[in-house]
């Protein structure tokens, strides 16, 4: 049974860094794509990165230029540097591991989230 477990989320001043990671177990995890999705209060989720088992990324317009995401197949570990973060970037973020290695495979596993929030 795969597991993903977030942490690194908490408090943090508008223009200012965060680093999420999420930690996996229980499966082949440098075979599949990984990706950290986040949900704000009244809306949708939406993906922020994705990252495919060769290393290739993807990210959402809005978070370009200023969130990189990487991986650390050695630990089973995926992360989430955040900076010159806003306030719309305030949000739940959840860790989860694609179907297959793709950035064109679709969500898999979810990890329970962690919550960002960006506020002075």
């Known amino acids: 049974q795969v597991q993903l477990v977030e942490s690194g989320g908490g408090l943090v001043q508008p223009g200012g860094s965060v680093r999420l990671s999420c930690a996996a177990s229980?499966?082949?995890?440098?075979?599949?794509?990984m990706a950290w999705y986040r949900q704000a209060p009244g809306k949708q989720r939406e993906l922020v990165a994705v990252?495919?088992?060769?290393?290739?990324?993807n990210y959402a317009d809005s978070v370009k230029g200023r969130f990189t995401i990487s991986r650390d197949n050695a630990k089973n570990m995926i992360y989430l540097q955040m900076n010159s973060l806003k306030t719309e970037d305030t949000a739940v973020y959840f860790c989860?591991?694609?179907?297959?290695?793709?950035?064109?495979?679709?969500?898999?596993?979810w990890g329970q989230g962690t919550q960002v929030t960006v506020s002075s």
């Open positions: 990252i495919t088992d060769g290393g290739y990324t």
């Open positions: 229980g499966g082949p995890f440098r075979l599949y794509a």
């Open positions: 989860t591991q694609y179907r297959g290695s793709s950035v064109y495979s679709a969500p898999g596993y």
